[in-house]
């Protein structure tokens, strides 16, 4: 033993000396070592990191940690669309057998029901808000209201409306200047035009009290449709359990209005869908500007897009001008000149130009300036909370199909509220999902029960339909009469309220919740560190239960985004196998070069009884010796740059998309033991191999030819 010892005590003599004889050798060596340890500890230590944020962002916004949905569907369920668009699915029949099934296998917590899918939402026009308004207040009127307060509005609503049918008219004389008025459509155009010139008359106003619904419906089917900024948007949204859905995402959180109550239909709107599809535009940019400052440290001076944000929002103040009655167009003109230099009595028009003409030294202040004066006065949003819109959308039966549904807030997701990703998703409830689909819910097999007993309707086989319709050797029942149609007896007995409003207060029980269809389902897990495990007892309780259905992870789930992840580390890995590969030779090579420069000291060595495998040892511990040191220098090198990267506010979110994958503003790479471990067993493992060949050239050295050597 005391021979071993000694033995391993001069190897390590030998090996050391020669290291530290070769100065520049081993600086050379050791220099790649520590780049490629510091490469494997950062760049692990930044993958993990983005694998965290992005399970974070899926797992707490919409995924889960499982997915279940029917092994029949035609494509893969990739929630944030793949490249083939929406998943193509086949529904979950009967979600309540499923939800009873999965909630009994072990650590699963919760089964959430969903229907991801996209909708039409209509946003209308100004003219059709200010026109909704105003006959609001003259039902009001109509009816015998008539205090001070609904006077005052009332006659704020005709002067607002007037004044934006003035500002269309000089709209569309600018473009009858550049149209060709003599066209097919010359004559529509005229009568088109006649209408306009007679809203933008006195006498047409001074008669308006006279005949308020009249003048009301001339100016909603012949001025209206001139405005043409009709538009709808797409709404992209979840149809789920409300409550459950809440129970299940913590991220999930309504920061405008409130969650739809326990029970009932409703919408929740994305916040950045709402920011980016629905807010008014001149504000937009003024937040992507201000976004891009202070996020990204842009100047308008220099940055070309930020340039044409601000000539867009001083060609855009029409629409701000059409939003604003007269009233609050002199409070807004009234409060912004003298905070902008304005002289007394400029137009709002050109003092809305002087707010929009912002630079960088300016630009704080007229930001808050629009916030603090122009915002509170305007109707920020095409679709508030309180609003009922109507969402469309192609069943499955292949029509088009329409709800009406009640917005309750605005919806995001804490950490990632500026993702274009997850804050582009509504919430809307199960039952309204499945109406927007054509999926038969109770309510439309009791109305299609009801029909039957009505009209005396009855199954019939297909063979014996013809028969039963054109009464083959039938003899006449009766002879047809023309007759008053009774309306009333055909709709049946009145009921208060009409049937949206029904649907809209009716509260319903957790089983016609969960009795119905669902398109796939997320399981949320008490413990998500077993999440093989569980997958593998949720396949068993399916292929028990013959459910049908298949199971996925979160990151298969996500579809394009959950890959992401595996995408970063194929390229992190083959840029590391790259380097490494490259160290490979380089050290061989130097160890080629330094074991032939040693060609006498081995064989002196061997002549003096050395064995072969003493020398073979002597140069494996002088290269690990080298991964060794140079390797944890270069570990803790890389644990330096990921402090450094920490305390300089991490890596910043430059897009919405890295947004999301970082799940917050900027990722903050964190150290951990493993990506330190996986450093120092792949430089050892690159040097060792690298010293293979060397170490096989010295053993074949015999002391003769090595003492004879010039060399």
Known sequence: MAGRRDRVRIL?????RNLLASKVRTGILGAIVLVGSLIVVVGSSVLDSIDRGMRTSIQGSLA???QVYDARSEGALELYGGLRGQSLLEPIEDFAKVK???????NVKQVVPMGIDQAMVATGNTFDVALARLRSDARRLEAGEGGPELRRDYAAHVAHLRRMVGLLREEIAQARSIVDLSGRDAADRRREWEALERADTAEFWDAFDRDRYASLEFLENRVAPLAMDNAFTFLRYVGTDVD????AFP???VVEGERIPPGQRGILIGKQFAEEWL???NARRLDQIKDARDRRGKRIAKDEELQRWVRENRSGIREILLKLDPVKAEEVARELRPALGAAEGEPLEAVLGRLFATTDENFDQHHDLFYRVVAPRLRLYQIDVGDTITVKAPSKSGYFSAINVKVYGFLQFKGIEKSGISGMWSVMDMLSFRDLYGYLTREKAEEVKRLKATMGARELERDAAEEALFGAGNALVGESKAGRIDERALVGPERPGAPAADLAARVYTQDEIDGGVALNAALILED????RATARDVRAAIEREKLGLKVVDWQEAAGLVGQFVTLLRVVLFTAVLIFFAIALVIINNAMVMATLQRVKEIGTMRALGTQRRFVVAMLLVEIAAVGILFGLAGAVLGAGVVGLIRAAGGIPAATNFLYFVFSGPALFPRLGAMPVGVSLAIVLLVAILSALYPAMIAMRVT?????????
């Open 12 to 16: 390590l003599r030998i090996a050391f």
């Open 64 to 66: 889960g940690q499982l």
């Open 100 to 106: 009873a099934v999965l909630s009994k296998v072990p």
């Open 244 to 247: 459950a859905y809440f129970r």
């Open 251 to 253: 991220l999930a959180e």
């Open 279 to 281: 807010k008014l535009k």
């Open 528 to 531: 998500p560190g077993k999440l």
């Open 703 to 711: 002391p003769v030819e090595a003492m004879s050597s010039e060399d």
